[in-house]
């Protein structure tokens, strides 16, 4: 079977990269007031937090809401990875990311702020900055 028809076929495992960067297409800000990250660089399990947190300061995502604070606090206690998203209508969303897939920490980001999980595949036009 060509590489074509497994990529189409119903229930084929997605490539990480792939369905991460689907996610980050439909990232929107527009509810978020904040975002605080916290994390230990050098623990094992924060490889999903660090691609949220270069999926919120893409450019694109940025220009969503350009009001929202991002705020990273790096420590040296081997805690867990976590951050919390206050929204504009003041509730907090709390995500422990130890060893979380980073395209499902996205979905689910998405999904509990309302927007689609994953945005539109295919070429974009280039954004006027």
């Known amino acids: ?50 691609a949220f947190w270069m999926a919120v300061m893409n450019p694109r995502v940025r220009m ?17 990875p976590n951050f919390v998203a206050t929204l504009a209508d003041g509730k907090k969303l709390r995500f422990e990311t130890d060893k979380m897939p980073a395209a499902d920490l996205v979905f689910t980001f998405n999904r509990l702020l309302g927007n689609p999980e994953m945005g539109k595949a295919g070429t974009r036009p280039r954004p006027t900055l």
Do not use: H
């Open 1 to 50: 079977m060509c590489q074509m028809w497994q990529k189409i076929r119903y229930g084929v495992k997605w490539n990480q990269a792939e369905r991460l960067a689907l996610g980050v297409r439909a990232i929107d800000l527009q509810k978020v007031k904040s975002i605080d990250i916290s994390m230990d660089p050098l623990y094992e399990g924060n490889q999903s937090i660090r």
């Open 64 to 80: 969503t809401n350009p009001a929202v604070k991002v705020k990273a606090n790096l420590t040296n206690d081997r805690m867990k």
